[in-house]
C-alpha cells in the first residue's frame, strides 16, 4: 500500500478570501498556510484538519486550469491529495502498469511538497494528487 494518508481535499473556489473566510464561520477553521504557486496559475490557503488539510485553490490567471474548472463546473470539489512516502517510485510503478497520469515526473508542489497528478480516468473519475511531504514535516496543528 504506498497510500499513508489523506493529505488533503482540494477545493476550487472563485475568490480564495471569501472561501476562507466562509470556512472561518463554519467551522471556525484556521488558514496555516498561503502561498501563490505561479507555475499552476492558482493561489492556494491550507486549513488544518487532523493529520489533513482543507486546500482551497482559486486561479490566479485566465488560462489557469483551475479557472477552466470552475467555468465547467463552478465551484466544487476539485482534486484529492493522497499522501505517499516516495512520489518518483510511485509515479513510476504506476505509469509502468499502463495508469495514464497528468505529470510523466515529479514536480514541485505547494508547501515544499513534491507532487504528481493522476488522470481522473485511471482514478475511479478522481483527480488525484500522488503529495510526497518534505523532509522533516510535520503536521501543522
Ligand atoms: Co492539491
Do not use: N, W
Not at 492556494?44 to 482559486?58: C, F, K
Amino acid at each position: 500500500m504506498d497510500l499513508t494518508r489523506i493529505d488533503h481535499v482540494g477545493l476550487a473556489v472563485e475568490d480564495l478570501d471569501a472561501a476562507v473566510a466562509h470556512h472561518e464561520e463554519l467551522y471556525g477553521a484556521r488558514v496555516v498556510h498561503r502561498e501563490e504557486i505561479a507555475s499552476d496559475g492558482v493561489e492556494e490557503a491550507l486549513i488544518t484538519v487532523g493529520d489533513s488539510y482543507i486546500q482551497l485553490v482559486a486561479p490566479t490567471t485566465a488560462d489557469s486550469p483551475v479557472r477552466k474548472f470552475l467555468d465547467r463546473k463552478g465551484e466544487g470539489l476539485h482534486h484529492v491529495g493522497y499522501r505517499v512516502d516516495d512520489v518518483a517510485a510511485t509515479l513510476a510503478r504506476l505509469r509502468s502498469d499502463g495508469v495514464a497520469t497528468i505529470d510523466a515526473a515529479p514536480r514541485p508542489g505547494s508547501r515544499g511538497t513534491t507532487v504528481a497528478f493522476l488522470h481522473p480516468r485511471s482514478a475511479m473519475g478522481v483527480l488525484v494528487e500522488l503529495v510526497q511531504a518534505p523532509p522533516g514535516d510535520e503536521p501543522a496543528h
